[in-house]
């Protein structure tokens, strides 16, 4: 398994760390920001995509997203799952995430709080493997889930799709993984290939990690955020907030967007192997967020998920689709504060 490569020392990152285990031993960790005694709305818990971290949430913008949970009167928690590249890589898939880490996440927030339900925000394969967890009933302390970019029905560019078809496989015959730190450092002959092929066929004016990114997870250019909805900072502190990405994660996408839907690869009895089939079983209300110009997953990934909602629980969930917006940005974007956030405190806010 390749090793993980070594990121820049950040700053000390504010709130509690609250370590928990895996269902399968693996350590996690949970990071708990503001006061408790300050949080009257109750506890909300943040779950990151693919290759970063918990802190893609905390982007260097005047309000990021966990200081308006704060501000507004939540008790925001942040979850390292195995894919956060904070902790000790490995070659996961959606199936562990769901069945192992987000349940005892779950859990763990509501030992620790005395609360009996909780909200979640999720974003990309945080929500993919959490609206697995959902969909198989192991969440049912969430009682409101917003998810962004994809959940229920991966759709994603023709050029995309391509590259999981003939690509991937190629990949595959001489690495297990793919990590966008090569833009900062790439260590043998195969890392620099592929930085060369990401730099030289990605010509936007960002640096080499955020070619990497694009080269990695999407069609576009960039595929996870409008460059124009970013400042500065934000897309130079992107630059070390990407890691290592197994292609074990690479390989079940692939198989879910064949399908049409979430599958289960791992054999687990406790996931079904279709999660398109059948009742639900989430008593959560569900808001889908969609950036109309995702380049990573279609915005139609999130247009089906709520078709499919909607036609089991007509009337109960709701889909917002933001013109302006992309992947990431729907989170970090200098003007999400004003255009995103409160539709999502909206969400949170809302009885059920």
Same mark, same amino acid.
């Given at each position: ?16 760390? &609250? ?8 350590? /996690? $960790?949970?990071? $708990?920001?503001?006061? +408790? ?33 704060? +501000?507004? #009167? @939540? ?5 390292? @799952? ?31 709080? #005395? ?6 925000? &999720? ?14 009933? /192991? ?19 023709? *050029?995309?799709? *391509? ?30 290939? &592929? $930085? ?28 996870? @955020? ?12 992107? $630059? ?18 064949? +399908?049409?839907? /979430?599958?289960?690869?791992? #054999? ?22 969609? #950036? ?61």
């Amino acid at each position: 398994m390749t090793a993980l490569t070594a990121l820049p020392a950040l700053p000390a990152l504010p709130g509690t760390a &609250i370590p928990f285990t895996a269902g399968d031993g693996r350590p /996690l $960790r949970l990071r $708990r920001l503001g006061k +408790a005694d300050e949080a009257p709305k109750g506890p909300v818990l943040l779950v990151h995509g693919a290759g970063v971290r918990s802190s893609i949430f905390q982007a260097p913008v005047p309000e990021n997203l966990v200081q308006r949970l704060v +501000a507004e #009167g @939540w008790d925001v928690w942040l979850e390292d @799952w195995r894919a956060s590249i904070d902790l000790p890589p490995c070659d996961w898939t959606l199936d562990q995430a769901a069945l192992y880490d987000h349940p005892q996440a779950v859990r763990k927030v509501v030992e620790v709080t #005395g609360r009996d339900r909780i909200k979640a925000i &999720i974003h990309c394969q945080g929500s993919t493997s959490f609206t697995m967890s959902a969909l198989a009933g /192991l969440v049912p302390q969430v009682d409101t889930i917003v998810t962004n970019a994809v959940s229920l029905c991966p759709v994603i560019p023709a *050029f995309s799709r *391509f590259k999981l078809a003939f690509t991937l496989p190629l990949i595959h015959q001489f690495m297990d993984g793919l990590d966008p730190q090569w833009g900062e450092y790439a260590p043998d002959w195969k890392a620099k290939l &592929i $930085r060369a092929v990401a730099v030289s066929t990605h010509f936007e004016s960002e640096n080499a990690v955020s070619k990497l990114v694009s080269f990695t997870y999407g069609s576009g250019h960039p595929a996870l @955020w409008r460059h124009e909805n970013l400042n500065a900072a934000t897309l130079d502190w992107l $630059r070390h907030e990407f890691a290592r990405v197994p292609l074990t994660f690479f390989e079940q996408i692939r198989a879910c967007v064949r +399908a049409g839907h /979430l599958v289960s690869v791992d #054999g687990h009895p406790e996931l079904p192997s279709n999660f398109a089939a059948g009742p639900l079983r989430t008593g959560a209300r569900w808001t889908f967020l969609a #950036g109309e110009l995702n380049r990573c997953f279609l915005p139609s990934s999130q247009v089906r998920a709520h078709a499919h909602f909607e036609s089991r629980q007509p009337g109960r969930h709701h889909l917002h689709l933001f013109p302006s917006y992309s992947h990431l940005d729907i989170f970090m974007g200098q003007r999400a504060s004003t255009d995103v956030f409160p539709v999502i405190l909206s969400a949170l806010a809302a009885p059920n």
